[in-house]
Every structure is written in C-alpha cells, then in structure tokens.
C-alpha cells in the first residue's frame, strides 16, 4: 500500500485527529487507525473503492482514473498547505510546531483554523442528507476537494472513525462499537445477504399501529 | 472517419433506468424491436455492497462531478456556478439501482391543481392533460411487476385502486412505529409506506433482506425492486432487446420533414454510430432529455429539437427533501433497514386554503441523514472534539427523522438551458439549472417541517430540531417538467400522449411531461406512465406509415 506523509506531516495529522475524536472512557482516532486510512486515502488511487466481497480493492481506469487523480492531487495540496499553515500559527504563538504543543494549545489552534460558518451549514446538511452526494448549502462541486482544510480533516477523521474496517481505519470495529452499530463482520457479509438487522425492528405490525376505522372515515 | 450504422431498429430509447426500462419492457413483450443507449455502464449485482464510504462518499454510484457537472444559479442575471445539481446515477437502472424505493401514487387532485388552486401569482399552473383515471391501470401494472410492499386503504386520501397491492407491507421499524404512534395521537392518518421491496418471495424472487445498507447502496442480494432487477430481465427474456451501455448519445439528426432519423452516438472508445429507428423514446431524465433536444440543432430546429415553443427546458421542477429530527429516550435504530422503511402520512398533500399556500406533500418517518456512521449527524452537533463524539454516542442510535416532500411549483423562467463555458469530460456543454425559488414552496416547507415536529413530539420526542428549506437545491433527485404535456403547443412540448407536438416519431416518457411536480416521489408515476405511452406507441405504430 503506498502512503503520502513524511513523518512530520503524519506525526502533525495524528496529533490533530486524536483531538477531533479524542479518546476519552472509549476509544478515539488513535485507536481506530484513523490516520492510516487518510495516509492510505492519499497515496494514490488504489484505495477508493473496496471490492464489495472484501476481497480487495477496486482497478479504477478511464475518465474514472483521471478525475481520481485530479481529486486526490487537490487533497494533497489541502492538507501539505495546511499542515504548514497549522505549525506557522503554532511557531508564532507558542514557538514550537503543532504538534509539540500540549492538548489545550492543540485544541485552541484547531478552534483558530475553524469556520464556524461553513460548518453549520455542513452539520445542517448532513442532517438532512449524510454528506452525499454532493454539500447542497455550499453550492460547490463536491463535498470533498471544495472544503477547507479543517473541515477536511475533520471529515476524514470521522470516515477514518466509521468507515468499513478495510479501509484502514476504524480498527477492529472500534468506531461501530462506541455508538452501538452492529456493522457486518465483513464486506463480504453483506455481498452474500447474509447480514441482517431485522432484530432492530418493533415488534407487531404496521396495522397494529394504525387506526384504521379512521383511514375508513376519512376516506 | 464516417459513422458506423448499426442495424436499424423498430425503437431506439435513449436511456435505461426506470422510465427507459419500463418502455423496453412494454415494447419488446409487445414484439417490437429495441436498441436502448444507455450512457453508463450496465453494473450487476455482484457489483454492490454494503459499503458507506463508495456509496455515499465517493460516488460509487452517484455521477463524479469532476465527469458530469452541471451548473446553477438562481436568477438570469447571476453567474452560474458549477454545482451538481439534481444529479441521479447513470448507469443502467438508474436511479432505482440505489433507492429504497418509496412508490407512493399521486392523489386525483395532482392532475387538476389549477383548477383546484386557481391562478398562483408567479407561477405556471397547470392542470395535466389526462387524469388519474387514465393512469390508474398502469400504476397497477407496475406494482404488480415490481412486487410493492404495502397496504391497499392505508392511505385515506388515495384515489381509487383497481387492486390491492401484490405483498403486504414490510416489517415495522422503530421510527416507523413512532410515526404511527404520533400521528394516531394527533388523529392524522398513517399507512405503511409503499415500497419497492419484497416482504414476501414474489415472481421467483426471494424476500428482501432487511439490511442497514439500502438507501444509497445497490443490493447485492438483488432482492430490492428496481428497473436493473425487474424491466431489464423482463426485456432481455424477450430476445428484443438490445442494451448497449457506454453509449453517450450526443444528437438526434433530422430530415428535411422533421422526422428524427437517427441518434448519433459514442461508445467508450469514442468511436461515432448512427442508430436508425421509426421511433424514438427519450428517457434520460428531465435534465438530460431536455440537454439533449437543446443539442440536436438543425436548420429545421435552430432552438433545439421540437422547442420552437421555447417550451423546451422551462418550468423544471425538483422538489425539495428536509427535515424535523426527533431525540427519543429509548433506541429507534434509525439506520436498521436503511432508514427508509418507512411510514406516511398524507394528511397534509391535498391541497386546502386554510392553510394559506397552495398544495402540499408527502411526510414519512426516515433515519437521520443517511443514518449510517459515518453520514450521521444532528443540527446542533459540533463539527469535533468530545461534545461531538458524546452526541455521536448518545443519539445515533435514539434519533430520527419526519422528512417532506415540498412540492415546488412551476415557474416560466425556471428552466434547463446549455452551459456556455463548462463541458463534461466529453466536451460536450453541461446542463445550466436557472432556479428561483417560490415563497409557496417556502411556506409548505414550514408548514411540513412543523407537522412533521408535532408527530415526533406526540410520539415521545425529548427534542426536536426543525430543518426549513431555505430554497430548492436539487437534493431529491426528482426532475420534472422540462417538456410539458398539454394540448396546446404553444405552452407545452408533447401532446397528453407524451408525443412532441413537432416532431412524430419522438416521445419524451421520463418526469420532463410532468406540468407539475406534485408533493409525492414521482418515479412510480414516471414508470406508470412510461407504461402507457409504450402501449399507446405499440398500439398505434403497430400500423405503418404512422
């Protein structure tokens, strides 16, 4: 697997995602892994789709390719401008890079970076619409390669949180298991139907729940 | 180097998702031959699973925007900016490969609104030119082709059904059931929503599996309904049908007459064939069916094909998707099937002067978001550190939504035109959305959001949150009305037979007939009504020389 970070850079980005999912009485970004599956997000295009039986990834070719590539060229940019932007702030306020300042000085620096606004309306639209497939308030070509470096990060931390497992995140499920999702074993659960959640649904039935001598009247 | 021409054909349709397929399927068991030319790929199950980040994140499914991007703005004398707007999969089965599939019928008021609402400053209202009783039999035909879970006289304001539906209604979800339980203690009326999945084996097809990865995802186990599982087989068993993906059709050339000879297109490799056929279906979706006759210029249609009406592209309508989120004490699991296994209410849909705006929509109980880990999210929680990991633990599996359907009216000047400057990555100039928004569809969104807040507290809710629309920004993937039906053509592009008034070997059967946009998912209604006008083609064209 190719990755994109020097140490540095890698060292600077773990910093910043065990502060966005910290671990606190459950685990955080540093347990789940998050900064492996960004690092081997950005390493090229051999990563951006797993086979849907688990049994590796995706051989993207065509305009598909192409504008994979123009797409992870733009994070790359987004992050190594980034990370050179979050040390300078922190060599000037504190005389040391990012990622040698303790937690409240990394958390104040990372509140400096935010902006309060597009990520208002990034919370609002993901609570109507997940993130997909494109962040409508925004008005921009796509969620991804238009958001700022913060909001960037914070994503890819929380996909590095949540995503499936074969991404290189999310480590032994521990993202399901600290919100109580039963996810599949495997991707290859899913792919053979062999995954159900039917037991989270109610017992009894609709009609149960349903007036119906009423639906009758109105009519 | 010249164009290869292959074999002429009886009916090119250009598309292959819901409206497309459900055409093919009509045709070709009528025995007619069909050349459909589908611009994306033609993906099998094997192809999907239950992956969040490619489904949702990373357009697995969804159009890469870097590929086909559209542009948008909100009134003629703004910019356009570059903005997927409204974008739907393109590949075969379209939109309905990654659906859950809600497949509500439109209420007999649908096809009357101006008469029922009178004239609306700043809109174009119109009544349709046929009626509920004209679709009826084929809203029929496709719940019983594709096997719709639900309850025939749940819904207390649907207009009269010749049957019942083929399977019962799926299992209850919890958010489900609080939608019930809310709406009971209001005295509103809920019906399980109708669905295009199986509750039951039904046509050698075994029950669907109830999984968290529906919404937004292709079934792997090909158990969902959709034009990829059902129409597509259906067709391909007649021996008629001959799908070419990875055909882009850039043209659809004229004679001297008028009449289209042949869609010129492209397949992968670039290479340029002419597709002759008598007929010609367009089936693309309301954005691209419209691009496409904005592109077929000709001397006989310097304005594009059949729009020497200039009606070619206005009054789109795109509905628009929001919500109120309810937090509940006990676990809902908004997630488990998807999010979207759902229950109505049409309580508020037909349309009351009381309420002080025209119409109304759909309401249903839904998960939050795409209520999956990763693409959760409330309105109040912060973008990071512990708050929002200690909300992520608390509500993900506690919250749910009531999400609406507004239904946007028609206005003249909303309307899909060619981009100037930007092109796909075929150089060929994208769709440009200009799309102002009405105070009507304003008002209902309030009005739907808040009573979609009262059922949630009635059921219980500790809190709710309450999502207006702010304006129309494409998020439903529903597109209609960018080539009215109507008798008129002065005012409208097809006749009530979805046949262009200029041009008789061409039929539009997508959402671009639709006048209005309606307040319900229109895709069970597309397909309906790609149903009849297929007859009607297989009826008439039947006989040669029409």
């Excluded at chain 2, 598309?15 to 009528?30: N, Q």
């Excluded at chain 2, 497949?103 to 609402?117: G, I, K, M, N, Y």
Aim: glycine residues 10%; contains cysteine.
């Amino acid at each position: 697997m190719s990755t994109f970070f020097d140490p540095h850079q890698r060292a600077t980005i773990a910093a910043a995602m065990a502060r966005i999912i910290p671990t606190t009485g459950t685990p955080g970004a540093t347990e789940a892994g998050a900064i492996d599956f960004l690092d081997g997000y950005l390493g090229g295009i051999d990563r951006i789709y797993a086979k849907p039986d688990g049994s590796g990834f995706e051989t993207l070719s065509g305009r598909r390719a192409d504008a994979w590539r123009r797409r992870i060229d733009s994070l790359r940019t987004t992050y190594v401008e980034g990370i050179v932007d979050l040390d300078q702030r922190s060599r000037e306020a504190h005389g040391v890079p990012f990622v040698e300042l303790d937690e409240p000085q990394q958390d104040a620096m990372l509140a400096a970076i935010e902006r309060p606004g597009e990520e208002q309306k990034l919370n609002t639209a993901q609570a109507v619409m997940g993130f997909a497939p494109v962040e409508p308030a925004l008005q921009q070509v796509g969620a991804e390669i238009s958001l700022s470096f913060f909001a960037l990060l914070a994503l890819h931390t929380r996909q590095g949180f949540y995503a499936d497992p074969i991404y290189g995140g999310n480590r032994g499920q521990v993202g399901w298991q600290t919100i109580g999702f039963p996810g599949p074993s495997s991707l290859a659960e899913v792919h053979t139907g062999r995954y159900t959640v039917i037991d989270y649904f109610a017992d009894g039935t609709h009609e149960q729940e349903m007036d119906i001598s009423r639906a009758r009247d109105q009519a | 180097m010249p164009a290869t021409k292959p074999e002429r054909t009886d009916v090119c349709i250009i598309g292959a998702g819901a409206s497309g397929a459900a055409a093919a399927k009509v045709l070709t068991e009528r025995g007619f031959r069909v050349v459909a030319l589908e611009r994306g790929p033609w993906r099998t199950k094997e192809t999907f699973g239950g992956d969040e980040l490619a489904n949702v994140n990373r357009y697995n499914l969804w159009p890469d925007p870097l590929l086909n991007p559209r542009t948008y703005r909100q009134s003629a004398d703004e910019d356009a900016v570059v903005d997927l707007f409204c974008p739907v999969p393109q590949m075969v089965g379209g939109g309905t490969v990654h659906w859950q599939g809600w497949l509500p019928r439109f209420a007999p008021e649908d096809f009357r609104l101006h008469s029922v609402v009178g004239d609306l400053p700043g809109t174009s209202l119109v009544d349709w030119p046929i009626s509920y009783d004209d679709l009826e039999p084929y809203y029929t035909q496709v719940e019983w082709a594709f096997g719709v879970s639900g309850l025939a006289g749940g819904n207390a304001f649907e207009g009269p059904r010749s049957k019942g539906y083929p399977c019962p209604p799926l299992p209850l979800s919890r958010y489900a059931q609080k939608f019930h339980q809310g709406a009971r203690r209001l005295g509103w009326n809920a019906f399980p929503t109708p669905q295009a999945a199986l509750s039951q084996p039904y046509n050698g097809r075994p029950a669907t599996v109830i999984s968290a990865f529906a919404q937004q995802h292709g079934d792997p186990t090909g158990t969902r309904s959709s034009a990829l599982n059902v129409f597509v087989p259906d067709a391909l068993a007649t021996g008629r049908y001959g799908l070419r993906p990875e055909s882009y059709v850039r043209e659809l050339a004229v004679d001297a007459s008028g009449r289209i000879t042949a869609a010129v297109y492209q397949n992968e490799a670039g290479e340029t064939f002419e597709q002759e056929a008598d007929v010609f279906i367009l089936a693309c979706g309301a954005v691209e069916s419209a691009r496409l006759l904005l592109l077929s210029t000709s001397a006989r249609f310097p304005n594009g094909l059949a729009n020497g009406s200039d009606m070619v592209g206005r009054n789109v309508t795109f509905h628009e998707y929001s919500s109120a989120i309810g937090l509940f004490d006990d676990p809902v699991h908004g997630w488990a099937g998807g999010g979207y296994v759902s229950a109505s209410s049409m309580q508020f849909y037909n349309h009351d002067d009381s309420r002080g705006f025209a119409s109304g929509g759909h309401i249903a109980s839904a998960g939050v978001g795409i209520p999956l880990p990763i693409n959760w999210g409330l309105p109040d929680r912060p973008l990071w550190g512990p708050d929002a990991k200690a909300m992520d633990e608390q509500f993900f599996n506690h919250s749910m939504a009531v999400s609406i359907v507004v239904h946007d009216m028609p206005q003249h000047d909303n309307r899909v035109e060619l981009d100037e400057e930007v092109v796909d990555a075929w150089d060929v100039p994208v769709a440009r959305i200009t799309l102002a928004t009405h105070e009507n569809d304003l008002a209902m969104g309030r009005f739907l959001i808040d009573r979609g807040a009262d059922i949630l507290a009635a059921a219980g809710a500790r809190k709710t949150y309450k999502v207006y629309p702010e304006r129309v920004t494409g998020n439903c993937s529903h597109q209609h009305g960018t080539a009215r039906m109507g008798d008129d053509p002065e005012v409208s592009v097809l006749n009530k037979w979805c046949r262009a008034h200029e041009v008789r070997n061409l039929f539009v059967v997508d959402g671009s007939p639709f006048p209005t946009g309606t307040g319900a998912n229109p895709t069970l209604t597309i397909m309906a009504n790609a149903w009849r006008v297929a007859e009607y083609i297989a009826d008439t064209h039947g006989q040669k020389g029409n």
